[in-house]
């Protein structure tokens, strides 16, 4: 057993994290899962950055969900009822930003910081629908994004994390 608050120290050494909060077991599984799939907000947020929508699930069946956000209506496969409030976070590696090349689009935001950080840039923008909602991105180093950008931001619906609320 390795304690550690060092969330890519853990993810380096272990076969299996537990994410502890508050002195409960929040999430647990392979480093690899518990990343890629958090199973709480918590989780998602503490194993690393995500852009997180809130919504309603509005529709559900066939194991496809439809939530009601601030960026408007996201499809994903899913499971879940109607009328559920969840939470959706998508890692900014899977965010595209620029002309919509994901399958679901999440509208347009301006760009306000950009950090290069070597082979990538790190990449905040505000939903232009919503000035609540914060998207953050990684971009590749040669991307031509400026601050105050205007710019699509969409990703692939297989690239949604569906989270309890």
Do not use: W
Request: aromatic letters at 4%; a negative charge.
């Amino acid at each position: 057993v390795h304690v550690t608050h060092d969330q890519e120290e853990a993810m380096a050494l272990a076969d299996h994290c537990v994410v502890m909060n508050d002195g409960r077991i929040e999430d647990e599984g392979p480093p690899e899962r518990v990343y890629a799939r958090p199973k709480t907000r918590f989780s998602a947020t503490f194993m690393g950055e995500s852009t997180i929508l809130a919504g309603t699930v509005t529709e559900a069946e066939n194991g496809i969900v439809t939530v009601s956000t601030a960026a408007g209506p996201v499809s994903l496969p899913g499971a879940s009822t109607a009328g559920t409030t969840v939470a959706l976070a998508i890692r900014p590696e899977h965010l595209v930003l620029g002309d919509a090349k994901g399958n679901v689009a999440l509208g347009a935001g301006k760009v306000g910081d950009i950090v290069f950080q070597g082979s990538f840039k790190r990449v905040l923008a505000t939903s232009t629908l919503d000035p609540a909602l914060q998207f953050i991105a990684k971009a590749s180093a040669s991307a031509t994004v400026q601050a105050r950008d205007t710019i699509a931001i969409s990703c692939n619906a297989q690239d949604i994390i569906l989270l309890a609320d």
